[in-house]
Structures are given as structure tokens and as C-alpha cells.
């Protein structure tokens, strides 16, 4: 375990961008707690965890110790006919364990290929995509507390899992670390892909329902991702930089008087989730580009470095396409990357 002072994130985080953290430190397992505890100088600063930074904007240098885990080991722990529990490294690649489990021949995950991250960042996040999320699939998540090392195991019911968020971004930020995931998965073959994505039940519509495969919709996830979806290693970006919004009844009525195209999703409470990038879209934002940084061209949720970019390039976009939806539609845009 080394301790790295003054030392570049650039490569811990999707954006790209240039900031340095006073100390950044690794960690694989739970005696690194200790021992970093027991440096007095590293004891005493806050301590903060990253993932692989696929859903942070950095925007100034960062005092303090940047920790993420790096355990990336994956084990199955119980199997029966119809199911098998694996249990991951936190610090293993999130895209890497899908393609683990499709070779498998394992359901539950096809739908979230291509997600950048990092495994411990599902639960965090309670990422999502194609009519799945981590919480469908996660039984149980084992932490590491940062002051003491401390182990403490939650159960899926115990996780407050909700859209793109969870207890461990809510009270536990900064305080647990995600040190490995438990998921179960499927081995039953038929009838078991979620298609409730009309794109990707399009997509499979020439294909028998008995003989889908998990990689058959893992592809075409992929498929439908690189379509739509910039490449972070082309241009540095956080994926979806705002959350949808959801709004009342009421409101959604008197929207669609004067829109009445505006596409909507009605909630299991009654409410209405706009898309954010049909918002931002309709503003005149997609495409449009500030300094070095964009709204991309091929998806308005995602706000780009177009090469060289600070982190306040990005912040200062996201606040003008923040005012703008604000002032056009009377919607606050919540951002769903988190702003540092
Ligand atoms: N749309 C536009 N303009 C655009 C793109 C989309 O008007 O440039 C409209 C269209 O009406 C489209 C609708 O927005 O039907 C929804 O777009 P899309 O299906 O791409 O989904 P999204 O709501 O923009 C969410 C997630 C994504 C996830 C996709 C697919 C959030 C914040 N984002 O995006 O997650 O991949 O659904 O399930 O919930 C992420 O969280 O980083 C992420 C990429």
C-alpha cells in the first residue's frame, strides 16, 4: 500500500480531468484501515472514497486522502438449481463482471453492459439501465467503516436502495467503504430477459423467445449504447449528468397544454418523470458547447470535455443549462453525477 502525495486523479475519473488530491492511497483490504490509521498526519485529515470516478466532476484541487478499493477478487458462494450467488471485489471493473456473468450464461446483469464504474459504485449509485438496476440482482453488500475498519454487512432491504441513490451515498458517504458485492443471478434460460425497454425488445423481435441468451441482449445493449451514447475515451464524460425529473399530476397537465409532445414516464406513485434530456434538448442546448466542454451532440444528458476542459468549464455549462430548463419549463435539474 503506498500513500501518494499530491497526487494526479486524472485517471480516476471519466471526465478527465487534471486535479490532484493532497494524499490518494489504495486499498485491498481491511488491515490497510488499520494501518492507515495509525499514520497520526493521515488519521487526521477527511478522508474521501472514489470508485472510478465515472460519476464525479472534479472542480478544484482536493485537500484531504482519496481512498478507493481495489479488491477485485469474484467467488460463488452457493448454487442451487436455479440460481447462483457470487460475491465481488469491489474494486473490479462493473463492465467486466457482466461480461463474466454472460459468458456464464448467468441472468441478471445483461441489461447494465457498457456501464463505466466500478463494482463497489453499483450500490452506491444504485445504477441502472434498460429497465434494470443493482438493486434487483444485489442480496447483500459487505463494507469496510473508514475510521475503524470495521466490517458491517447490509441486506438488499437494509441498502434504502431508490433511483440512483442509497443509504451509502445518503448518511454513509464518506464514512463506509464498499469492499465486496453480493449478487444472485439467474441459470434458468427461458423467460427470463427484461425487455421492458421497447428499443431492446425491438431489437430482439427476429430472435424465437426460448433461445434468447443473456449475451444475445448483452449485445444489444452494447449496441444500443455505442449508438447513443458518447465513448468516455473519446471525449471525458460522467454518462447521464442529471437525473430525470419527476413531477406532479398537476403540473404535468399544465406542461402538456403548452407541450404537447412532451415525453413522459408515469411513476408507481402517480407522479410523471420527464426525460432531462428532452428538457435540456429542447432549450437548444444539444450540441452546443462552452469554452472547452459541450452538451454532447449525440445524447443532451451528457455534458462532454471536448479536450482539456477544467472541471469548472463543466460546472459553470451544466449551471447555464441548469437556468435555462429552470427558466423555459419551471423544472429544477437536479444533477445525478456528484459535483466536488
Ligand atoms: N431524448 C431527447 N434528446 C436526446 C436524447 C433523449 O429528447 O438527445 C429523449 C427522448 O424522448 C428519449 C428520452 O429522452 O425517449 C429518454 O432517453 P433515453 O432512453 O436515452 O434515457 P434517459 O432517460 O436519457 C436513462 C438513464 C441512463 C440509462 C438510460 C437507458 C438517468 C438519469 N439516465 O437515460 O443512465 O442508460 O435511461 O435506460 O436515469 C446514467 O445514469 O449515467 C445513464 C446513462
Redesign the pocket.
Known amino acids: 500500500m503506498h500513500i501518494q502525495a499530491n497526487h494526479s486523479l486524472q485517471p480516476y475519473n471519466t471526465f478527465n480531468i487534471d486535479v490532484k488530491s493532497q494524499y490518494y492511497i489504495e486499498i485491498n483490504k481491511q488491515s490497510d484501515i488499520l494501518t492507515l490509521r495509525s499514520d497520526l498526519k493521515i488519521a487526521s485529515l477527511p478522508w474521501r472514497i472514489i470508485g472510478d470516478g465515472s460519476n464525479i466532476l472534479f472542480t478544484h484541487d482536493l485537500e484531504g486522502v482519496t481512498v478507493r478499493c481495489t479488491y477485485d477478487k469474484i467467488k460463488v458462494v452457493k448454487e442451487d438449481n436455479e440460481n447462483v450467488w457470487i460475491s465481488v471485489g469491489a474494486g473490479m471493473k462493473w463492465h467486466d463482471l457482466v461480461t463474466y456473468t454472460v459468458e456464464n450464461n448467468w441472468w441478471g446483469l445483461e441489461n447494465l453492459a457498457l456501464i463505466p464504474g466500478t463494482v463497489g459504485a453499483a450500490p452506491v449509485q444504485n445504477?441502472?439501465?434498460?429497465?434494470s438496476e443493482a438493486r434487483d440482482t444485489i442480496t447483500r453488500v459487505q463494507t469496510l467503516n473508514i475510521y475503524d475498519g470495521q466490517r458491517i454487512e447490509f441486506r438488499n432491504a437494509e441498502c434504502n436502495f431508490g433511483y440512483?441513490t442509497s443509504l451509502f451515498k445518503q448518511e454513509f458517504v464518506n464514512k463506509l467503504l464498499v469492499h465486496r458485492v453480493t449478487f444472485r443471478l439467474r441459470k434458468l434460460q427461458y423467460g427470463n430477459a427484461n425487455l421492458v425497454?421497447e428499443p431492446l425488445k425491438l431489437a430482439l423481435q427476429d430472435i424465437p423467445k426460448p433461445e434468447y441468451t443473456p449475451k444475445m441482449v448483452y449485445d444489444a445493449v452494447i449496441d444500443i449504447r455505442q449508438k447513443?451514447?458518447p465513448d468516455p475515451k473519446r471525449q471525458g464524460n460522467?454518462?447521464?449528468f442529471?437525473?430525470?425529473p419527476i413531477i406532479d399530476v398537476d403540473y404535468f397537465e399544465t406542461l402538456k397544454k403548452e407541450y404537447p409532445d412532451i415525453?413522459h414516464h408515469k411513476t408507481l406513485e402517480g407522479q410523471y418523470k420527464i426525460?432531462?434530456?428532452?428538457l435540456i434538448?429542447n432549450t437548444g442546448w444539444?450540441g452546443r458547447s462552452h469554452g472547452k466542454s459541450a452538451v454532447s451532440a449525440k445524447?443532451?444528458?451528457v455534458l462532454v470535455n471536448l479536450g482539456g476542459a477544467k472541471g469548472t468549464d463543466i460546472e459553470e455549462l451544466y449551471q447555464l443549462v441548469q437556468e435555462d430548463v429552470n427558466h423555459k419549463f419551471g423544472i429544477y435539474l437536479e444533477p445525478?453525477v456528484i459535483v466536488l
Open positions: 445504477i441502472g439501465a434498460y429497465g440512483r425497454y447513443k451514447l460522467a454518462g447521464s442529471f437525473k430525470n415525453p426525460p432531462a434530456a428532452w434538448e444539444k445524447h443532451a444528458l445525478e
